[in-house]
Each structure stands twice: as structure tokens, then as C-alpha cells.
């Protein structure tokens, strides 16, 4: 898990020992959201907070010291589960020769996990609770989804810095194919994936092609 993303910091602030003990907050903020990430690998959201309270071995209340809502804590999962993973990219990422390389893996590796049949409640948990909680946390769910933008936008920077892309805009570009690779993430969830590998080269030659590259032969 990497260092304490903006939903730690928020369930720290929940706490009215946060004065004398952050980090300790913070850490057992963290055992909250690891427990509900295994709960969610096996029923979903369906959950209750009295079965995660057992699965993080803490009492009821400690739980709603950290988390008003369950509302609350399925943010904190899935701002954790996408800043572990956009962390995860960006490391595998890091030796590819150059910026279109790492674009076009970006787009593919996001999409990776559709073309087995693991993961496949914690897709299904993502694709029913984005949407859901981005009406009660606009803002939060924005924050959420901005470190893939980000990742997009750098890569996107540098294409057209080598003259290898001529984005329009980058960071609009880089915000339209997140949200592209979203909408075929979410429709893949449920949807029979007999030809996902066909779509997601499809995907990056759109993308590609959008950005300004050169048209597939």
C-alpha cells in the first residue's frame, strides 16, 4: 500500500484523538479499508459494517470513528485500490524506451485484468459503485480518477515535446481517454468478454490516432 492517499487523511480528521495519535489513526484507518477490500472479493459491497467490524477485528464504534458512512469507507477503498494501481503502472512502465510506449501501455493495463476471469468481483464492485458514489462525492470521486488522468497527460506532454504525438490539449485529451478506457472498463465488467483483447487494440489505435500518431496501416 503506498503512502496514506487523501482518504487517510480524511478518516484521520474523523478522529478527535488526531492531535495525539495521526498515525496510528491512519494505520488503523487502513486495516478498515484492507478488511472491506477482502470482504469485497467475496460478496461486493453487500456487506455490512457489522461483518467488517469482525473481519478488522475492531469494535463498531472504532469504525465510525474513522468513517461516517459506509458511503465513506467504499471511497476509501476505491481511491486506494486506484492509487495502488496507477502506482503499480507507472513503476512497470518506467523502463519502456519512450512516451508513446508507455501511453499505449498504460491504456492496454488498464484494461488487463478484464481479459481474465480473476478479480472479477472487485471489477464488478468498481463498475457498480463508481457512478453511485461520484453523485454523493463529486469532488472526492474527481480526485479519485485524476492520478490515471495524470499518468495520461505526462506521457502525452512528452510525445509531443519528441514530436512523436500532437495532442490538441493534452490534459482535455488525456481527461477524454480516461474516461473512454472507463466506459469500456465498466461495460467489460458484466459484458461477455469473448473479444476484449480485439478491443482494447482498438482502443489504443483510436486513442492513438486521436492524439495525433500516425494512422494504423
Known sequence: MTAPPGWADRAADQSQSVRRSRARTIEQAQAIVAAAQRLI??????????????????????????????????????????????????????????????????????????????GGSARQFITAEHWRLYQIFPEEMAQVNQPFAELVERELRAAADAGLLHPNDPAADAWLAVNLVMSVYHHFAYAPRENIEAVTEKLWSFCSTAFGGRPPE
Open 41 to 118: 472479493e467475496v460478496k461486493g459491497a453487500a456487506f455490512t459494517t457489522q461483518e467488517l467490524s469482525k473481519e478488522a477485528g475492531i469494535a463498531l464504534q472504532t469504525f465510525y470513528r474513522h468513517f461516517p458512512s459506509k458511503d465513506h469507507l467504499l471511497l476509501a477503498v476505491l481511491e486506494d485500490v486506484i492509487a495502488d494501481r496507477m502506482a503499480e503502472m507507472a513503476a512497470a512502465a518506467a523502463e519502456l524506451p519512450d512516451p508513446v510506449a508507455r501511453l499505449r501501455f498504460y491504456i492496454l493495463a488498464a484494461l488487463r485484468s478484464l481479459r481474465t476471469d480473476e
